[in-house]
């Protein structure tokens, strides 16, 4: 089993800056990809941005430019730096891993979420 923390959100105004933090513990052999989502009441769950094992990137287009994603391979763990944030960056943000257990299964897991609202 796998489990995924986030920490790191909060209130800020806009302009402001945030870094949100991921760590991921239990039966891990290894990580291949981690990423951040971000959700709205009535809204679908959208990626935000992902980081594969070969530190190759992805983007939202909505995002680019503002936000960095990074991750520490010995510590399990990635971060989204958030930068020049919007009101419209308001919404739960949540973790994701691509995780090969210790069985050498594969799985996906999610974290419970972490609130970035972001004030005008």
């Known amino acids: 089993q796998v489990q995924l923390v986030e920490s790191g959100g909060g209130l800020v105004q806009a302009g402001g800056s945030l870094r949100l933090s991921c760590v991921a513990s239990?039966?891990?052999?290894?990580?291949?990809?981690m990423g951040w989502y971000r959700q709205v009441p009535g809204k679908q769950r959208e990626l935000v941005a992902d980081?594969?094992?070969?530190?190759?990137?992805n983007y939202a287009d909505s995002v680019k430019g503002r936000f960095t994603i990074s991750r520490d391979n010995a510590k399990n763990t990635v971060y989204l730096q958030m930068n020049s944030l919007k009101p419209e960056d308001t919404a739960v943000y949540y973790c994701?891993?691509?995780?090969?257990?210790?069985?050498?299964?594969?799985?996906?897991?999610w974290g419970q979420g972490t609130q970035v609202t972001v004030s005008s």
């Open positions: 994701n891993a691509e995780v090969v257990n210790t069985a050498r299964a594969l799985s996906i897991s």
């Open positions: 239990g039966s891990i052999f290894s990580i291949n990809a």
């Open positions: 980081i594969f094992s070969g530190a190759r990137t």
